[in-house]
């Protein structure tokens, strides 16, 4: 009995949820790969310096931004399932072509296509599963996705680990291959489900600008802002145990650890908590406790010993991922109930716009303003606030009831 219960606690409740949840676990595993691999083959086999590895992802992520408005109204235009299809099979070519990378140029150029395409893929992805589930389903099947997202990407980590240890180019070859090919598992489920998806009308409304609806900018930016808890655990945390805390910088990789099964176990059930535009509400300000204790946290941990602050420093971390998960949950449920029905692409594209901008302006704001001391973690708990104040503000539309 307590197995089924923790099975449908869990588990997607529609043929869609699960599979996408099965093909994107094995997606992600791929992903979680080649992100570890990718670093260390252009440094110690193509010979590019660790310097232009970065500017290639700074000019990568700036050239994303360009993405997801785009991609969002090609989804309206022509179907999530048809350019979602597309954009898989494109990123299965795009990601093979590492295979053949052998100079610093090859390797800007593939880094910039891709990331237009994974960014790009991320709204087309959430219109897909507008268009394949029930209203009431569909927070929930973006959950079970970023779910199972975590686990396949969390294999995928260490399974890099053996690679590096091995060390040659054909073992860096065979696990950008195995990433590649993982796209197109996920590209057979698109395709089984776009039967299923709600389909493009002949006549239909137009596609009605975001950048004219005030409140869901609102909402947007507030999202982009709570977003910043991503920067906090993947660029400031490092940074932050080696500069700044007492406690050992090998925390670095059970701290993360530690948010990723937290991820894992919270999100899911999280999602009751946000059905509907009021509850979703309720629960973005619930996030903002969390969020902001988990500042406070890392400022005391600032000003102890190497045990205290260890133990500051896990609970911060606890902290920043209960809000991170009550956060995401509320977003994308709002997200997609003040989109209009057929302008979700576009809508949705705006609001991936802040996610994919937060990639940009996250770590900086980290470096030069969080990592300077206590005015930087009052700073970071500020932003969280102001986001929250955001949301709210945004998501007060009582005229509309999206369905």
Known sequence: MNLRRLYEAYAPRTRAGRLLAGTAAVDSMGSGLFLALIPVFVVTHVGIDPVEVGVALGLANLLGLLAPIPAGWLADRYGAGRVWS???????????????????????????????????????????????????????????????????????????????????????????????????????????????????????????????????LLVSVGNALLTLHDSVLFTLIPLWLVTKSAAPPALVGPLLALNTVLTVVLQVPLTKWSIGIAAATRTVIRAALPLVTACLLFLAAEQTGPTLAACFAAAAVIALTIGENLHTVAGFELSHRLAPEHSAGAYLGVFNLGIAAQLCFGPPFMTAVVLRGPVGWLALAATFAVGTGLMVVGSRRRDLVRS
């Open 86 to 216: 597309v954009l898989l099979l494109t990123r299965a070519i795009g990601y093979a072509g590492f295979l053949f990378v052998d100079s610093f140029a090859a390797y800007v150029v593939l880094t910039c296509v891709v990331s237009l395409l994974d960014r790009g893929s991320t709204p087309v992805q959430q219109v897909f599963v507008v268009q394949v589930e029930q209203v009431d389903e569909r927070s929930r099947s973006i959950a079970v996705l970023r779910t199972m997202r975590n686990a396949g990407m969390s294999i995928g980590l260490l399974v890099s680990g053996v690679v590096i240890a091995m060390n040659t180019v054909t073992a860096y070859h065979l696990g950008f291959a195995v990433n590649a090919l993982s796209y197109l598992g996920l590209l057979l489920a698109v395709r089984s489900l776009a039967q299923d998806a709600k389909p493009v009308l002949k006549q239909r409304p137009p596609t009605t600008l975001p950048t004219a609806d005030a409140r869901y």
